[in-house]
């Protein structure tokens, strides 16, 4: 009986190793997404302590300067809200119509396959490849060396193009086939029901994604640092051929000055563009959620 | 009988009829040629990048050996004597691109695991938003973090004699970090698409969650976990501003992370803020560069959505 006794005795032992491994592991795999939380935090928390002194009407009404305390991001800003407006001028047609054609014109055969698989490779091609296809395509041949605001948008078209794409498909599969069969069955050609069905019906997804790559491209400075290599811009592009800079590559031109009271301001510009990018990304989350609701299919 | 009046209407009806559908026809006939044409740039794009890195680098390789790029170890392209050694360049990538695989890789499966095999539904859509937050700060805002927050703490923990200002370990850290929920994301995927009956099984011979994470759901997801690490390390390497801003400019093949380096990406940005005239040998290296990342990161990428794919079709 004592050797039985003995063997129930490690197995209970064995239980409890293998059950106090559990909860070790459970504080572990926590640990990585707490680790994951405090490093946000701590970032959230450097820009601000370095930023937040620096945060007043000046600093958004004002040119770059010489001294940091006088420093301001008006040129960028100015220059950021261009390149935003005029990408979404380009990629929205051409981004939506790829989609379309993908998902309602096209069929499945081996070139449409392609194209498929040839915007899921540009999605992973790294954006400072994007800046030197804008600095030879755009910069030097369409424009003669003119690092232009149209340069700069042309270039985040072709950069955020993959991820509109994408995202428009995603929102034209959620529109249920039933409504475009009834079109169908009362005679619409593809094009009218394209126009009349399809659209409505997944437009508002198509903006959530939509405002989600441009905040992509308003976060994005590699391509842009590549195409305008000016970096003291003190002036608001006033046309589409205008010299600029965007928010990003002032920040970066600041974090590289070598005063470290140049770091403040870059820190206050970091939180300029934060919120900038957070609201944007609200309004796309807020847009999803209130048309979501749609009818069981 | 219908009068004549009534059959002249009618046919004037069928008439109309049949200039609105052509119309319509014509209509539908236009838009699906813009479509089409909208289509091509994603292909235009492709051909253009390949295009244009293959035709600058065609002049860099005319004067400079591919050999000599590929296997030198010396890069000072801006000095004389000029030295095309790309292997320094890569070796930085590399050695900062490892450091962030394997923190993403270490956070980004923890918290996969956490999120898909532990935390309660209402806790995993709290944490995962917060976590994707991560992924969508720019990443000149993680240089700066780098810079102004993690490298002066490397510095109090290994001595400010050896932590250079600008080194491979806080950028490789920081890039980690924005890439977890990236891996995370992908990794979850994975162990979700495992069926629920794989896990009763083992929870009914009396395994814990521990053991049915680790010896069922991880094995099973292997191929989505190995993807999500080899996609993670693809984004790391084509990474430029937290390099550009937190690791050097000082091209340097080495193994150890506290020293300063040079990125390709880094590289290819440094050359083109400079004064470097276009058509000279040095602005056409940045080129020669940057065919060499792109040819990198496609092949990765490829592999790792290959691997994906095969994983899909394992349980469907």
Redesign the interface.
Same mark, same amino acid.
């Given at each position: 009986m004592n050797k039985q006794d003995s063997i129930i005795s490690k197995r209970q032992k064995l239980h409890a190793v293998?059950?106090l491994?559990?909860r070790i592991?459970?504080v572990?795999?926590?640990?990585?997404?707490i680790?994951?939380?405090l490093?946000?935090a701590?970032?959230l928390f450097?820009?601000l302590v370095?930023g937040l002194p620096f945060m007043n009407i000046n600093f958004l009404t004002s040119y770059a300067s010489r001294k940091a305390e006088h420093s301001g991001i008006l040129a960028p800003l100015a220059g950021t809200i261009w390149i935003v407006g005029m990408t979404a001028l380009f990629t929205i047609?051409?981004?939506v119509?790829?989609a /379309?054609?993908?998902e309602e014109?096209?069929s499945k055969n081996r070139i449409n396959r392609l /194209?498929e698989l040839?915007?899921?490779?540009?999605a992973?091609?790294?954006?400072?490849?994007?800046?030197?296809?804008g600095?030879?395509?755009f910069v030097?041949f369409l424009f003669n060396?003119s690092r232009n605001v149209t340069a700069g948008a042309l270039t985040m078209t072709?950069l955020i193009?993959?991820i509109v794409?994408i995202a428009s498909q995603e929102a034209i599969k959620a529109v249920p086939s039933s409504y475009r069969h009834a079109a169908y069955a009362m005679g619409a050609?593809?094009? @009218?029901v394209?126009k009349a069905i399809v659209l409505p019906q997944a437009i508002p997804g198509m903006m959530s994604g939509i405002i989600l790559a441009l905040?992509r491209a308003?976060?994005?400075?590699?391509p842009i640092?590549?195409i305008s290599?000016l970096?003291w811009v003190t002036f608001i592009p006033t046309s589409p051929d205008s010299k600029f800079t965007v928010l990003?590559l002032q920040?970066?031109t600041w974090?590289?000055q070598p005063q470290h009271s140049f770091?403040g301001i %870059?820190?206050a510009a970091?939180i300029v563009?934060?919120i900038v990018?957070l609201s944007m990304?609200g309004i796309a989350i807020w847009i999803r959620s209130k048309y979501q609701s749609r009818p069981d299919q | 009988m219908a009068t004549t009046s009534e059959i002249q209407s009618n046919s004037d009806l069928l008439e109309r009829v049949a200039r609105q559908r052509r119309r319509?026809?014509a209509?539908?006939t236009v838009? %699906?040629w813009?479509?089409? %044409?909208?289509?091509l740039?994603?292909?235009l +794009? +492709?051909v253009? /990048?390949v295009i244009?890195?293959v035709a @600058?680098s065609a002049g860099f390789f005319a004067e400079v050996s591919p050999w000599e790029f590929l296997t030198g170890t010396e890069w000072a392209p801006l000095f004389s004597p000029q030295k095309f050694g790309v292997l320094s360049l890569v070796g930085g990538t590399l050695l900062v691109a490892l450091i962030a695989g394997i923190v993403s890789l270490?956070?980004?499966?923890?918290?996969a695991?956490?999120?898909s095999?532990?935390a309660p539904e209402r806790l995993r859509r709290i944490?995962k938003p917060?976590?994707e937050?991560?992924a969508?700060?720019? +990443?000149?805002?993680?240089?700066?973090?780098a810079?102004?927050?993690v490298t002066p703490i490397l510095q109090n923990i290994f001595g400010h004699d050896q932590v250079i200002v600008f080194n491979a370990l806080s950028a490789g850290l920081v890039m980690g970090?924005m890439i977890?929920?990236m891996v995370?994301t992908l990794s979850e995927d994975a162990m979700v698409a495992v069926p629920r009956s794989l896990r009763d099984a083992a929870y009914a011979l009396g395994a814990?969650?521990?053991?049915v994470?680790t010896k069922v759901v991880i094995p099973a997801a292997l191929s989505g976990i190995v993807a999500s690490f080899i996609?993670g390390v693809?984004?790391a390497?084509?990474? +430029?501003?937290i390099v550009? /801003?937190a690791a050097g400019a000082t091209p340097n093949l080495t193994l150890n992370p506290l020293e300063s380096i040079q990125a390709m990406?880094a590289y290819?940005?440094q050359v083109?803020?400079?004064e470097t005239p @276009?058509g000279s040998l040095e602005y056409k290296t940045?080129?020669a560069v940057?065919l060499l990342?792109?040819v990198m990161?496609?092949a990765m990428?490829?592999v790792g959505?290959w691997v994906i794919s095969r994983f899909r079709q394992q349980y469907e």
């Open positions: 293998r059950v491994r559990d592991f459970v572990g795999f926590g640990l990585a997404v680790i994951g939380i490093g946000l701590a970032l450097d820009v370095d047609p051409i981004g119509g790829t /379309i054609y993908l014109f096209a /194209i040839n915007i899921a490779n540009l992973g091609v790294p954006s400072v490849i994007y800046g030197l296809l600095l030879a395509l030097q060396g072709l193009l993959p794409v050609n593809r094009w @009218q394209v905040s308003i976060g994005e400075s590699a640092l590549i290599s970096v990003p920040i970066f974090i590289s770091r %870059a820190a970091i563009l934060l990018l990304n | 319509q026809h209509e539908q838009f %699906a813009l479509l089409r %044409a909208a289509a740039i994603s292909v +794009t +492709t253009g /990048i244009i890195l @600058q270490t956070l980004g499966l923890g918290a695991i956490f999120l095999e532990y944490l917060i976590l937050v991560l969508g700060i720019p +990443t000149v805002v993680y240089g700066y973090f810079l102004t927050f970090l977890m929920p995370s814990t969650r521990f053991e994470s996609l693809s984004r390497i084509g990474e +430029t501003m550009k /801003i990406t290819i940005v083109s803020l400079g @276009q940045i080129f940057g990342l792109f990161t496609l990428n490829i959505r």
